[in-house]
C-alpha cells in the first residue's frame, strides 16, 4: 500500500481530489492539501485557506503576464518578473513556513512515501519543502493541468527534484521533454441522476466557461445567436453559479460546448467536457488534428472555429437521434479512459517505470 500525498495550489475543477479519492478507492492512503480555496465549491480535503486576490484587477494582471509567456520565445521556467516580485514570493516563503512545519507534524505528513505536486508548484516558490522531502528520500511527482505549464511556466528547482513528470494537457507534451500523459480519473457518483428515457426531441445546448476567453465563449454566442433565427432550441450560459445548479441544469441539455476559438487556452476538453459525456450529453470541443487523430477512441466534436461550430450544431440539431447515439457512447470513452481502475493502472505503470514504488 502506497502512502501519497498531493498538493495543490487549489482544487482545480477537483481534480486533485479526484486523484486523492482514486488512490483511496484503489487501497492506498492519501491526502490533499490545498492552499486556497476553490472559489467554485470544489470539495476539500485539508485547506490551509492562504488569502489569494481574486478581483478584476489581479485577473487582468495574471492574464497579461499569460499572454508575454504565450509569445515568448524564451524557456517555460518560472522567473520573477520584477524585483518586486521576487521580494514578495521571498516574503510569502518566510510567512508560510511555521505553518506548513505545524501542519506536517499535526498531518503526519513525513510518513507519506510519495509527494505528489499538482501543477508542480510547493508550498513555497523557493521548493523548501520538496527540496526537504526529497533529502529523506521521499518520491517527487509533478503533474501540470494547463495554465501552470503555459502561462505561469515550470518552476526550476521542482523540476530538477521531480522523479516523475505528468500531464493531463496533450499540448505540454511538446512544450517539455519527459512529460507523461494521463488521463485524470473521474468518478461520475457527484453527477444527478438521468432518466434512461431522457427525451432528446427538445433541444437544450449548454456552454459553461470557467474563462470566457479561454473558452471562446463569445465567438459560441454569436453562433448560437445566429442559429436561433432559423432552429427551435434552448441555449443556457451558465456562469457564477454554484456547482450543483450548473449540473443540476446540464443533466436536462442534450448538447454541451466545452470550448471553440479561444484565445492563449489550451485544446482538447477539460472537467466539463468529461461531465456532460458522463451525463450522456454530446459535447463540441477545439481539438487540432494531431490531438484529434492521438486520441484513442475520440468522442467529442471537433469545431476549430466559428464555421466548423455551426457546422456540428445544425448536424445534431437537426439529427436528435445522434445526440443520443453520441452521447451512449461518450459516457462509455469516459468509464474506459477516466475510470478510477484505468487511471490507477496507468499510473502505477509510470510508478514502477521510474522506481517509485
Known amino acids: 500500500m502506497n502512502t501519497i500525498l498531493h498538493i495543490a495550489a487549489e482544487n482545480f475543477a477537483g481534480v486533485p481530489f479526484d486523484f486523492m479519492q482514486m488512490h483511496k478507492q484503489m487501497g492506498d492512503k492519501s491526502r490533499l492539501i490545498t492552499l486556497h480555496s476553490n472559489p467554485l465549491g470544489f470539495k476539500e480535503d485539508i485547506c490551509l485557506d492562504f488569502p489569494i486576490s481574486r478581483s478584476n484587477s489581479a485577473k487582468w494582471w495574471r492574464y497579461k503576464k499569460s499572454l508575454i509567456k504565450k509569445n515568448t520565445t524564451h524557456s517555460f521556467y518560472w522567473k520573477p518578473s520584477s524585483f ?16 506548513i512545519h505545524q501542519l506536517i507534524h499535526d498531518y503526519h505528513l513525513d510518513e507519506s512515501s510519495i509527494i505528489h505536486y499538482d501543477a508542480g508548484l510547493d508550498f513555497t516558490r523557493d521548493s523548501f519543502f520538496a527540496k526537504r522531502w526529497k533529502q529523506m528520500g521521499k518520491k517527487i511527482v509533478n503533474c501540470y493541468y494547463g495554465s501552470d505549464l503555459r502561462s505561469r511556466g515550470i518552476i526550476k528547482e521542482m523540476d530538477d527534484l521531480a522523479d516523475l513528470s505528468l500531464t493531463t494537457e496533450y499540448d505540454h507534451l511538446s512544450m517539455k521533454n519527459n512529460i507523461h500523459y494521463i488521463f485524470y480519473p473521474y468518478n461520475p457518483v457527484e453527477l444527478p441522476s438521468i432518466s434512461p428515457e431522457k427525451d432528446f426531441s427538445t433541444i437544450r445546448i449548454v456552454h459553461s466557461p470557467t474563462n470566457r476567453i479561454y473558452k471562446g465563449t463569445d465567438l459560441i454566442c454569436k453562433v448560437i445567436g445566429k442559429l436561433q433565427r432559423s432552429y427551435a432550441f434552448e441555449f443556457y450560459l451558465l456562469e457564477n453559479m454554484s456547482r450543483d445548479e450548473v449540473l443540476k441544469i446540464k443533466s436536462t441539455c442534450t448538447i454541451s460546448i466545452d470550448q471553440v476559438g479561444g ?3 489550451g485544446t482538447g476538453y477539460g472537467k466539463a467536457g468529461i461531465e456532460s459525456l458522463s451525463m450522456g450529453i454530446p459535447v463540441i470541443t477545439n481539438m487540432t488534428n494531431e490531438y484529434k487523430d492521438w486520441l484513442p477512441e475520440n468522442p467529442f ?27 451512449e457512447l461518450g459516457k462509455s470513452w469516459v468509464s474506459r479512459y477516466h475510470g478510477y481502475e484505468s487511471v490507477h493502472n496507468q499510473l502505477n505503470s509510470l510508478y514502477k517505470q521510474y522506481h517509485i514504488i
Request: proline residues 2%; glycine residues 4%; aromatic residues 8%.
Open 263 to 265: 484565445k492563449h487556452g
Open 84 to 99: 518586486l516580485e521576487s521580494l514578495y514570493f521571498s516574503y510569502q516563503s518566510y510567512s508560510r513556513k511555521s505553518t
Open 301 to 327: 466534436h471537433i469545431a476549430n472555429d466559428a464555421s466548423q461550430l455551426e457546422q456540428q450544431l445544425v448536424m445534431l440539431l437537426e439529427n436528435p437521434d445522434l445526440c443520443k447515439q453520441s452521447g
